[in-house]
């Protein structure tokens, strides 16, 4: 479900007209439910911003799937024309180091949470510095959303230019318009975009995998998609292609246990992502096995970033040391 | 205009410094603000920003000017210091530090070269031979068209021959100093890749052709060159680039007139690389085999290290390059 933040009801109220929302009574503010989207009111300012959004993902997290922000700002770059919608990029606050970014692009812009409304002249100069726009919330908004781990947009229309002489007032007289032209917007450009990321939902590679025969642990889940990740990009190679490679088509004849052809798997991904790691490696284990059979103990730095080995030797067994391999084991080591 | 806003300190607006780059920028719009520190880094500004916000700021710089670099900087064992007159680059290298090391991309132009340039003297005093190099927070070239700080740092340089300027840079943009006399202690040195990671991984930079271009110009000119291939980044074939990009310098740089090659294997912070994944998640530059290394860095595991460096070197010195004027970059 996607869910809509305003800061104040006139913000929202043709939402509320125009979409079938019911109140549903909670502990934290307003909260309103649709079939497919649903509305919370937070109250103005960072504060109010930070402990109604934050209550409500920790009540209804698993159910909300993105949120949205939608309001009115001022403009701190007088170069800014009012009534214009604009999709925000990153979160600025004051007195804070932190920034949180949507996933919007360059036509986005960005914008400054105030702790208080801009009435000085001096605090709007010092201010679009950092963004051209202000709020009161946004960046709360996106703080809670990084820490609930949501994916999250703003959209804002322009009202007024910060510290010039609009009154608060007027601009609740024109709450209506402002609602209205976001409604619009957000039924022209947000609301589509949801459906298709739905859409775009699909299988994993291990259950594409499954379905041939292989069978994956959950670690050996995380492996592979560590593995294929890296796999993938450092050798241009779609899943498709993966899927149709030699390798996975071989594999799949094997009559082995669907557990050992996925280990197979990705041990042969592993040397093909790191094929002179793979090689030293096993040069390595064969001199250890072979200073076994001397009862000779021989340890290694497994990352291979270590120069320091390890022997240990039995005195009380016959043994020589000239059958150590030392040169062998630096040239090794020395790549 | 390459910047998107220009902020400038009320105690140097009035500048030459100041004035000239508005000039060069032909800029016709600022703010002035109070202090750099109190706007620029004071937030988190995300690095790729650069490519559509980048901003200019142009102040003073204040606290340590010049700082003494790390063990294994350097070619020759004589001190080695780096000066700071400027932060950030207009390139966009996805391996760069400084996209973790600062907190903001934008811009900043520092206006006391002559500041700098007293404590160089006083330290050239007190250690006697020793190096100076430019281009550790920002490209040295890329936007000297702009700033012109080089003639200054030139007549000190000219009269202190203890003294040794290194000017790094990725740029081909060689307007500002080819009109100067090369001097024996000054090198310019291009920090060079094979061209298949240089269009990965160097965005926003001169193809190394042009690079290889402003080389030659410089060595015609009769200046001393110095180069890095640093950092290397592993393919499955960079023997083959490496050895394509190597003989074509050959053709170019005489040993004469090469002061050094430095040599080192792509390596992170923690942190830089935590941010290298963060804004470059899809490119080949995140998804290296490496590990945490000896130093806490994030790097290749020291046998690959060790076969890139030795054969690499061995091209160069195939190629005719002195050993002695190859030296591993932040190795131990």
Known sequence: MQLLVFAHRAEAQIFLKKLPYRWVSTPFGGYYQGDHTAILLTGEGLQNATESLSSLLSFLGDQISEVINLGVCGALDESIPPNTIYSLRTAYCENEFKSFSTDQGKEALDCFSARQRITHKMDKKRLSVFAPLVDREVWAIGSVCKRFQKSWRAYKIVSDIAATETMCGEIYQDAAFYSQELYQFYEKNVSQWVSTQVAGSREKLPDKLEKQGFYFTFSQRNLLKNLFEKYSILNDVSEKKFLDSRLVQELKKQKIKPKLKSEKLLHALYAELFPLQQEIVEKLEQIKNNLKKENIHFEYDRTLESPLVNFQIDVSQPTTLTSVPLQEIQKQLGG | ?332
């Open chain 2, 1 to 332: 205009m390459i910047f998107k806003n220009i902020y400038i300190e009320s105690d140097v607006k009035e500048h030459d410094f100041t004035k000239n780059i508005l000039r060069s920028l032909k800029a016709t719009e600022y703010q002035e603000i109070d202090k750099i520190e109190n706007y620029w880094g004071k937030v988190k500004k995300p690095y790729l920003q650069k490519r559509d916000t980048l901003n200019l700021f142009i102040g003073e710089k204040k606290g340590a000017l010049i700082k003494k670099a790390p063990h294994a900087y350097g070619f020759s064992s004589e001190p080695h210091y780096y000066f700071i007159h400027a932060y950030n680059c207009i390139y966009e290298c996805q391996y760069c530090y400084l996209q973790g090391y600062f907190n903001s991309p934008d811009i900043v132009l520092f206006t006391n070269h002559h500041d700098i340039i007293n404590q160089m003297k006083n330290i050239t005093d007190e250690v006697g031979p020793c190096w100076f190099h430019a281009g550790e927070y920002s490209d040295s070239l890329a936007l000297s068209h702009l700033t012109n700080e080089w003639p200054l740092y030139w007549k000190f340089f000219e009269n202190n021959p203890d003294a040794k300027l290194e000017l790094r840079t990725k740029s081909s943009n060689i307007k500002a100093i080819e009109k100067l006399t090369p001097l024996e202690n000054v090198c310019v040195t291009f920090s060079l890749s094979d061209a298949k990671n240089a269009k990965n991984f160097d965005l926003k930079t001169p193809p190394i052709e042009t690079r290889l271009k402003a080389i030659k110009k410089l060595v015609d000119s009769g200046f001393r060159i110095g180069i890095h291939y640093d950092p290397i980044v592993y393919h499955p074939d960079y023997l083959k680039t490496y050895k394509e990009i190597t003989d074509k310098l050959k053709d170019i740089l005489p040993d004469g007139q090469l002061s050094y090659i430095s040599l080192g294997v792509v390596r992170f912070t923690k942190e830089v690389y935590n941010q290298v994944k963060q804004n470059y998640p899809q490119s080949k530059i995140s998804h290296q085999p490496f590990i945490k290394s000896f130093d806490g860095k994030v790097r290749y595991t020291r046998p690959l290290r060790s076969k890139i460096l030795n054969e690499i070197k061995q091209q160069l010195i195939d190629a005719q390059y002195l050993p002695e004027k190859i030296y591993l970059c932040m190795e131990d």
